[in-house]
């Protein structure tokens, strides 16, 4: 069985990458069977390397789940071809192959013209994750509140706030309404409430300054960082995020630190997101446990000055990124 995932909403396609996987693992606890194939890593030679992994029988799974992650956007056109080639040849077989499923993920919408994008849609059984708006993500929302706790409930006008700010990040939109359900309950979610702990400015995350510093683009993280404040965007609720992201960053980099890389794994021990560890997994091992437990600190001594008076807070904000 071949899937094809694709869409704008790399969230959503996500979670359904982790369904299938979990599905897999009920016959396949080892993970012996699980290959992934990511083209942004991977630069050449992706083909060979799937038709060894869909050719060899392990010891311990004869299932297989192949992920071809980001083909299409990634990998070079003759990369592309050979695929392509490949499939047009055995998919009758791989069709009727109950033992192997395999995935193709794009995290964006591919050109409709390209070629293997068009075999996928008549070959695969397919997904489009569009962005969600309007009624599709106030229902979407609905639904997330009651998987996060059922008794949860949220008035109609929190919910048009919520739903209008987010441009149809359901990635951010996620760790709102978690955030919301856990601080409300067992009140209803109201429109104050969310206008308390919420930012609805979804375009400008916090997080890209943050991938900006872990990179070593001081400048890029700066410049980001103004165009948060020029926007009026309040710059307790950014310092409070860089708190949360960065505390995050910790756990994750503290997990891998004692060797563990597995991004389920970690989700599970840090009790974070798949997605939210997704994000955070080369930010975390690029900054490491040490320079991230430092930042921490010098985020505790900064909040400490804010609160007695001794600091502006938004020269505070500006010094940290340029200190750090």
């Known amino acids: 069985m071949i899937f094809f995932l694709y869409g704008e909403d790399s969230f959503r396609s996500y979670e359904k990458v982790l369904e299938i996987k979990k599905k897999f693992s009920i016959n396949d606890k080892s993970g012996a069977g699980l290959s992934l194939f990511d083209a942004k890593e991977e630069k050449e ?35 592309q071809a050979q695929i392509l080639k490949f499939f047009k040849e055995n998919i009758e077989k791989i069709k009727i192959d109950t033992d192997c499923v395999i995935i193709f993920w794009e995290e ?10 068009k075999f996928l849609i008549a070959n695969a059984k397919k997904q489009n994750f569009e962005k969600l708006q309007d009624a599709k993500l106030k229902q979407w929302i609905l639904e997330r509140i009651k998987n996060i706790n059922p008794d949860a409930v949220i ?29 409300s309950y067992p009140k209803m979610i109201d429109e104050q409430t969310v206008n308390l702990l919420t930012q609805t400015d979804w375009e400008n995350n916090i997080f890209k300054t943050i991938e900006a510093l872990a990179d070593n683009k001081k400048q890029t993280a700066l410049e980001l960082l103004r165009r948060h404040i020029d926007k009026g965007d309040d ?44 994000k955070s997994f080369h930010p975390a091992k690029n900054f490491g446990e040490k320079k991230l437990k430092n930042i921490f600190q010098k985020l505790s001594a900064i909040d400490t000055k804010i609160k007695t008076g001794k600091l502006d807070i938004k020269l505070a904000l500006d010094k940290f990124v340029v200190e750090l």
């Open 45 to 79: 030679n992706i083909l060979k390397k799937f038709q060894s992994d869909l050719k060899n029988t392990g010891l311990f799974s004869s299932k297989k789940l192949l992920i071809l992650r980001r083909i299409i956007s990634r990998s070079s056109a003759d990369e």
């Open 108 to 117: 964006e919408s591919p050109r409709k013209n390209n070629a293997l994008f």
């Open 155 to 183: 008035s109609n006008s929190a919910l048009e706030k919520l739903s209008a700010g987010a441009n149809g990040d359901t990635a951010t939109l996620h760790q709102e309404i978690e955030k919301l359900v856990n601080f």
């Open 235 to 278: 710059p307790f609720y950014l310092f409070s995020m860089f708190v949360y992201q960065f505390r995050n960053l910790l756990r994750i980099a503290s997990l891998q630190e004692n060797g563990i890389f597995n991004e389920l794994e970690i989700a599970k021990l840090a009790k974070l997101h798949p997605f939210v560890v997704k």
